[in-house]
């Protein structure tokens, strides 16, 4: 799971949105409405308030101050800063409540931004020692979580950095748009701000800052007896490393804790917990599925806990290595082989979770990677932090939400929730959306019992224990009992869950189905709001996201339009005034910024708004950005040369063709791998990797007829396959170094799509090889999300586009995978929609939720071409309709109604 969804799950139940909404007058710094003085103006910016002086002029980056303080002092920090900034015209910003200063400071919060209240920008280096100084006798020593992006002056609460002041972005070498600044040759290069501090290489340290620096490097972990050989895990609150004892040549585990940061829910920093973790453990001692205590230790004002080293694999890796439907062939001897090891690793874990209740301890963040399994097929438990004794009537505060019981829940009924739900994720990993709907697990109990010979009291029991109808006949709160005999209980009492619509791949339920999704999609918008219309990825909180083809307004407007789902002016017109805002836009990329807006507008039949945004787009410095199809020169091209193509217009043909040149000078031969913007590009695929790089060299061999552009596209095609793995059932997918992807943005179905465009043109036998091995891969029973650009949705969008049946409808795999949709629905407001990533909230946009399902079971069903723009197999043209929009050539963006001037 990526950590960094957590903090926007906070806000709300069902859908994903920014820390910064959840506001309340009571979590409001006191500075907040405060008066500013004349010729001084507040506005706000995502997170922070903005204080600064009218007129005042400040450079474009320089030496900036952050200020870093706790919940409880950090009113005080806020006053100081407040008052000296002030009086002396110095721009400052500071976070918008209280709420979001824990938010930031949570523990799977980014760890750059931890503790940051404040930040100060000086004119200058004198005026950043004066600031410094007369701000460190007002505050000097407060505590507060360490910075750790910057150099910290004396005892804190003040730190420095070198770093932008205003926003600019470049491309960096990972292919992404990062932060920037500027080097003395006016070249942008990324503004670091990752963990550890750092200086760019031709800005000098000032030299009143050189103690500061000298002290942080005093302490070192090279002063402990422990030699740190690799990290396992980083997280807000400090590190988990494997260290080896320098005095006896052990290994041991080092478990890190950093004051003031890493907080729960209840305030607890990392250090609190640790201190905790210690006592549990030690009152757990002797146990076999415990690990012991060998020391605690103190480095600075970091705290290290010495814990046995575990030999073995945690229990979601292991799943991982075996679970048999992974793949498109499963063989039933291999299934029962399975089944016993899941259901005899799930009894050993139980009879483990029952030595601790034993002795009053409720373990309380029970999932599969906190269980270690030896390679005697032993299991050990580990990280207890939030481990509590049973009577204290404690909930816990952290917790794995696929895994975290709900709220009903006490005492041992906590662990008994996670046996439950483990019970099932070896089976069938899907029960994060039980957050969603808690009578989904009598769904996935059947299902399991349908695919695995296991036995159905054993899936019964897990049902029982989700629904919190007490184990083996006893109560929610009661210890785990490993095994011991009793009556069979009676059948849980829950209702059969179902959905408000059942997926099928029969044509006759199509408009049906089509209704009640984008009934689901349209009942979530929020035209009242100025920074997204539809929830989605928390991408949508990023500059540009909230009206994005991916993510944003723009994607779901797509989708809607192009099945044939109906039309909302009101919504288009919430489209029309944000594309133009300032804040909305931050990107020009296809997926991510202006193009994409553009491509949907004119399928919409707002022709001009579509051509005032191109005209914006075409006079930004898009020849720096990098060179795939999501955000980068593929994506660009290819929108120029769709537009060159409807209006004739010369201009667009030759940014078009200027897009491809650029895109050709970085690409190499077929053994390189693509440069972005002076580095190697390290993605595959569809919408990062250098298959986005061949559809759009493929698109202009079709419209200009040069034969030049089919031999890049084979270039490019190439240098991805060689980024591929072919397991040994024949099937393909993208190998990503630690994992195998096989899905439409980023593994083998998106790559196999235009493998097969090129096909259309040229015989290849390695292509041709590829994309059956691709299509192999698109035909697993499992997958682990239901999206458009990492799901099954998209899965099924390659099937249909490759079926060599006369319908989509009527290939049997392509209803199987319709069909295996329903595993992951959900209801809203009554109508089926579906999770986003990580399966933690629901999603309503193309890349990840709900439009984006909308849109693969069009192009199965409905009786029009639906397909992703530029991926029509049919029309290599890919001139994109007005799905049914009356033409609206006469409607401009209005500049004025929509804020800023471009």
């Known amino acids: 799971m990526e950590k960094r969804y957590d903090v926007y799950c906070i806000a709300d139940p069902v859908f994903f949105d920014s820390p910064a909404t959840a506001t309340d007058k009571g979590l409001a710094f006191g500075v907040t409405d405060r008066p500013l003085p004349a010729g001084w103006t507040r506005s706000p910016q995502d997170d922070w308030l903005v204080c600064r002086p009218d007129g005042a002029r400040r450079p474009g980056q320089g030496w900036k101050i952050h200020a870093s303080a706790r919940m409880d002092n950090a009113e005080k920090v806020l006053d100081a800063v407040w008052t000296y900034c002030l009086g002396r015209g110095i721009p400052f910003k500071f976070l918008k409540g209280r709420h979001v200063l824990q938010t930031r400071n949570l523990k799977y919060a980014p760890r750059a931004a931890s503790g940051k209240l404040v930040t100060i920008y000086p004119q200058d280096e004198k005026e950043l020692r004066e600031t410094l100084e007369g701000l460190d006798r007002e505050i000097g ?298 009578g989904k697990c009598v769904q996935f109990a059947d299902e399991i019992a349908e695919r695995f010979p296991v036995d159905r009291e054993f899936l019964d029991t897990a049902v029982r224990d989700i629904l919190g109808e007490g184990p083996r006949g006893g109560t929610a709160g009661s210890p785990v009992s490993a095994g011991s005999p009793g009556e069979r209980p009676p059948a849980y009492s829950v209702p059969v869950y179902s959905a408000p619509v059942r997926l099928t791949a029969d044509p006759g339920s199509w408009p049906a189905t089509r209704d009640a999704l984008a009934g689901a999609v349209r009942a979530s918008a929020t035209p009242e709001r100025d920074d997204r219309l539809f929830p989605g990825d928390i991408a949508q909180f990023g500059a540009g996201g909230g009206v994005s083809l991916a993510y944003g307004a723009a994607g779901v407007l797509y989708a809607l339009g192009a099945t044939g789902a109906g039309r909302r002016p009101e919504h288009e017109q919430w489209l029309l005034r944000s594309a133009l805002r300032k804040d909305q836009r931050g990107r020009l990329g296809f997926y991510d910024g202006l193009h994409g807006v553009a491509h949907a507008l004119h399928g919409l039949g707002h022709r001009g708004a579509a051509l005032d945004l191109l005209e914006l787009c075409l006079h930004e410095k898009w020849e720096r950005l990098g060179s795939d199809l999501f955000s980068g020169l593929a994506g660009v091209g290819l929108n120029f040369a769709h537009f060159a193509a409807l209006t004739g217009d010369g201009s667009l043909r030759e940014a078009a063709l200027r897009a491809a040149a650029l895109v050709a000078s970085r690409l190499g031969g077929e053994q390189d791998v693509a440069e972005v913007s002076g580095g190697k590009h390290p993605y595959a695929g569809l919408m990062r990797g250098s298959a986005g790089i061949a559809l759009m060299f493929l698109r202009l061999y079709e419209q200009q007829g040069d034969e030049a552009f089919l031999d890049l596209a084979a270039t490019a095609l190439r240098q991805d396959l060689r980024r591929c793995f072919t397991r040994a059932d024949g099937a393909l997918q993208v190998n990503e170094g630690w994992r195998t992807m096989p899905y439409l943005a980023t593994g083998g179905a998106g790559l196999a799509l235009v493998l097969e465009a090129y096909l259309r043109h040229r015989e290849d036998e390695q292509f041709a090889s590829a994309a059956a091995g691709a299509r192999l891969s698109s035909q697993s029973e499992f997958y682990v999300q239901s999206g458009l650009f990492n799901g099954r949705a998209g899965i099924l969008a390659h099937l249909a586009a490759t079926t060599r049946h006369p319908s989509p409808a009527d290939d049997p795999e392509i209803a199987r995978q319709v069909r295996a949709l329903n595993s992951h629905a959900l209801s809203y407001q009554g109508r089926p929609a579906f999770p986003g990533e990580q399966l933690l909230r629901l999603s309503m946009d193309l890349a990840t939720g709900t439009a984006g399902v909308l849109l693969a079971l069009g192009s199965v069903l409905h009786d029009r071409p639906v397909h992703l723009p530029f991926l029509s197999p049919h029309h290599p043209t890919d001139q994109l309709s007005d799905h049914g929009g009356r033409p609206q050539d006469g409607h401009r963006v209005s500049t004025q109604e929509g804020g800023d001037q471009p």
Not at 291 to 299: E, G, I, S
Not at 320 to 334: E, F, I, L, S, W
Not at 359 to 372: A, T
Request: negative net charge; contains cysteine.
């Open 141 to 438: 020593g407060e505590p507060g979580p360490y910075i750790l992006s910057d150099l910290r002056w004396g005892a804190g609460p003040l730190y420095v950095r070198y770093g932008g002041f205003t926003e600019r972005h470049v491309i960096s070498d990972k292919g992404v748009l990062e932060p920037a600044v500027e080097r003395p040759d006016g070249t942008l290069v990324p503004d670091r701000r990752e963990p550890g501090f750092h200086v760019p290489s031709w800005v000098t340290l000032p030299g009143f800052l050189e103690p500061h620096l000298r002290a942080r490097e005093a302490d070192s972990v090279a002063d402990l007896p422990y030699r740190v050989q690799r990290v396992l895990h980083f997280s807000n609150g400090g590190g988990v490393y494997v260290a080896e004892d320098t005095r006896d040549g052990r290994q041991v585990i080092l478990k890190e804790a950093r004051p003031h940061a890493g907080l729960t829910v209840d305030g607890a920093d990392a250090v609190t917990r640790l201190c905790w973790e210690r006592d549990i453990l030690r009152r757990l001692a002797g146990l076999d599925a415990v690990p012991a205590v060998l020391d605690h230790v103190l480095l600075g004002d970091h705290h290290f806990l010495v814990q046995e080293f575990i030999e073995g694999q945690p229990l979601s890796k292991v799943f991982a290595q075996r679970y048999p439907y992974t793949g498109a062939r499963t063989d039933a001897a291999g299934i029962a082989e399975y089944t016993e090891w899941a259901v005899g690793v799930c009894e050993r874990l139980e009879s483990a979770v029952a030595t601790l209740h034993e002795r009053g301890v409720i373990f309380g963040d029970l999932h599969p990677y906190n269980v270690m399994v030896r390679p005697d097929g032993r299991v050990s438990l580990i990280d207890f932090e939030v481990a509590t004794l049973a009577g204290a009537g404690k909930r816990p505060t952290l917790g794995h939400p696929a895994y975290a019981a709900p709220r009903d829940r006490t005492g041992f009924g906590v662990d008994r929730y996670a046996l439950g739900c483990i019970r099932l994720a070896v089976f069938l990993p899907l029960t994060a959306l039980l957050r969603q709907d808690l």
